[in-house]
């Protein structure tokens, strides 16, 4: 119901963007976030983004350099990620969860129950 584009293979200080699209379900209900899943590592948050597209939030690793943004047309969500490092390496998802409160967000895992296959995001010289 939810499938990652986007990812792939680049430099240290390059920019990259994912996509996630919707299928199924109607993602007009559901807020939305990005985790991240590095190897040997507990998958962890990234960004998120409420009912209401104006809220947004995200990991402190990633503030100032990651947008997250919805488009309730498209049934799609993304995820532009400039100055890139190294320890952005990783398998990156997408999550939706169903909410009735439009600003509702949340950073734990646990909460989301819907997800993608995830795309691979390697940042390397």
């Known amino acids: 119901q939810l499938a990652e584009s986007g990812g792939g293979l680049v430099q240290p200080g390059d920019s990259l963007s994912l996509s996630c699209q919707a299928s199924g379900v109607t993602v007009s209900w559901y807020a939305l976030a990005w985790f991240r899943q590095a190897p040997g590592k507990e998958r962890e948050f990234v960004a998120s983004?409420?009912?209401?597209?104006?809220?947004?939030h995200y990991a402190d690793s990633v503030k100032g350099r990651f947008t997250v943004s919805r488009d309730f047309d498209k049934d799609a969500v993304y995820l532009q990620m400039r100055s890139l490092e190294p320890d952005d390496t990783a398998v990156y998802y997408c999550?939706?969860?169903?909410?009735?409160?439009?600003?509702?967000?949340?950073?734990?895992?646990?909460?989301?129950?819907?997800w993608g296959q995830g795309t691979q995001v390697t940042v390397s010289s």
């Open positions: 999550a939706a969860r169903w909410t009735y409160d439009i600003d509702s967000y949340t950073y734990d895992v646990r909460d989301y129950d819907t």
């Open positions: 983004v409420a009912r209401n597209k104006e809220k947004t």
